[in-house]
C-alpha cells in the first residue's frame, strides 16, 4: 500500500465516522416531531377517550397500561392521588364513574407529549342507589409520548363556576 | 518505518471507530438530555417562583418571556385562558394579584418537560378605595413546563380551588370522604 492510497483510505474513514455522528445528531433532534407527527388531534381525542372509558369500566389494566408510573391525578376536589391510588380507588369502587365525558376538547402539542383540555361531564354513582352526582369539570390530562406507548402524567379537574342566579324581579 | 506507519494507520482506524458511538451518543446528550438532567428540582421550583413573582409584579413582558405561545392558564373557577389573555388580563388590571405563593412543591420531570405541583395560595389585589380586605384563595396548582432551545416555557398552568376548612366536628368525627373527580 503506498503512502498515499493509505491516506485516502484515511480520509474516507474519518469522513464516514463524522457523517455518521452528524446523521444521528439529525435522527436525536427530529426524534421528539417525529414522534408527535404520528399523532394527530383526532388520535390524541380518541386516546383520551380510551382513558376516560376505561375508567368508567374501572378496567385497572388498561388504565394502567395508559398512566405513567409518577403520575399524578387531582380531581375536581382538589385531592391528589398517584396511579397506585387511583387504579385501587377504581378496583374497590370508591370511585364509581358512570360518566366521563370531554367536550369540545382542545389538544396542544409540544415535543415529546400533548395537553388534552376541555369542559368535561362526569357523574359518579353515588352509594345506595341515589342518584348520581353530576360534576362539570375543565380538565387537561397531559400525555406523554414513551417508547411503550402514549401515557398520562398529570391529570387535572376544575369545576367550572355554574352562571350566575337570574336576577331578581 | 513501513510495519511503524502501518501500527500508525491501524491505531488511528482503531480510535475513529472507537469514538464513533461517543460522537453519535454526545450529540443526544447534547440535543436534550445534558440540559435536562442539568435543571434540579431545585431550579424548576425557582423558575414556577419566577412566574409567579413576575405575575404579581405585573411585568407582562416577563411572564410573557416566560410562556409558550400555546399555553393554557386554567383559573380556580374554570376560566380558561390563552396566553394573551392572561396577558392582556394583567396588563387592564382585571387580573392583579397581590400574593401568588406555592407551597410543599413536588416536581415530576420528564423527558422534555416536568410538572410543579403543590398548594398554591392567591390574594388579589382590593379594588382602589376599598376597605374589603383582600380575596384570598387555596388552591392545589398544577404547572407544565416544556424544555425549548429557547429556554422552559409554561404550557399548561391549572389551578382546583380546595374546599374551605370544615370547623371540627362536635361528636364523633366522620368515616373518610372518597376521593372525588
Known amino acids: 500500500m503506498t503512502n498515499r492510497s493509505q491516506s485516502i483510505s484515511l480520509a474516507t474513514m ?17 426524534n421528539g416531531a417525529a414522534v408527535r407527527s404520528k399523532m394527530t388531534q383526532a388520535q390524541m381525542l380518541d386516546l383520551q377517550k380510551q382513558f376516560e372509558d376505561a375508567s368508567i369500566a374501572a378496567d385497572a389494566v388498561k388504565v394502567s397500561a395508559l398512566m405513567s408510573d409518577d403520575a399524578i391525578f387531582v380531581h375536581g376536589s382538589g385531592a391528589v392521588q398517584t396511579k ?18 370531554l367536550n369540545e376538547g382542545q389538544v396542544v402539542f409540544f415535543d415529546g407529549g400533548a ?8 357523574a359518579l354513582v353515588s352509594p345506595g342507589g341515589a342518584p348520581p352526582r353530576l360534576l362539570h369539570l375543565r380538565v387537561s390530562t397531559v400525555w406523554l409520548a414513551k417508547p411503550t406507548g402514549w401515557q398520562v402524567i398529570l391529570n387535572q379537574g376544575t369545576p367550572i363556576a355554574g352562571p350566575p342566579p337570574a336576577p331578581a324581579h | 518505518m513501513t510495519i511503524r506507519k502501518n501500527r500508525f494507520i491501524a491505531t488511528a482506524i482503531a480510535g475513529l471507530i472507537a469514538a464513533m458511538p461517543l460522537l453519535a451518543g454526545g450529540t443526544v446528550s447534547a440535543g436534550g438530555q445534558t440540559s435536562q438532567s442539568s435543571t434540579t428540582q431545585r431550579d424548576l421550583v425557582e423558575l414556577q417562583k419566577k412566574f409567579q413573582d413576575l405575575t404579581v409584579a405585573g411585568d407582562s413582558a416577563g411572564v410573557s418571556a416566560l410562556m409558550a405561545d400555546e399555553a393554557i392558564f386554567i383559573h380556580g373557577n374554570g376560566a380558561a385562558q390563552s396566553k394573551a389573555e392572561f396577558l392582556t388580563a394583567m396588563a387592564t388590571g382585571q387580573l392583579a394579584f397581590s400574593m401568588y405563593q406555592l407551597k410543599d412543591p413536588k416536581v415530576v420531570i420528564f423527558d422534555g418537560g416536568a410538572i410543579v405541583s403543590g398548594l398554591v395560595d392567591i390574594a388579589f389585589k382590593a379594588a ?48 373518610t370522604p372518597p376521593a372525588t373527580q
Do not use: C
Request: no cysteine.
Open chain 1, 14 to 30: 474519518v469522513a464516514v465516522v463524522l457523517f455518521a455522528a452528524g446523521n444521528s445528531r439529525g435522527v436525536s433532534a427530529q
Open chain 1, 84 to 101: 397506585a391510588e387511583y387504579i385501587n380507588s377504581l378496583t374497590t369502587g370508591q370511585l364509581k364513574v358512570s360518566t366521563y365525558q
Open chain 1, 115 to 122: 395537553v388534552v383540555s376541555g369542559p368535561t361531564d362526569i
Open chain 2, 128 to 175: 382602589p378605595g376599598s376597605q374589603a380586605p383582600p380575596r384570598v384563595l387555596h388552591m392545589r396548582g398544577s404547572s407544565v413546563w416544556v424544555q425549548r432551545p429557547s429556554g422552559w416555557r409554561l404550557i399548561l398552568d391549572q389551578d382546583t380551588t380546595l374546599p374551605a376548612p370544615t370547623p371540627p366536628p362536635a361528636a364523633a368525627p366522620a368515616a
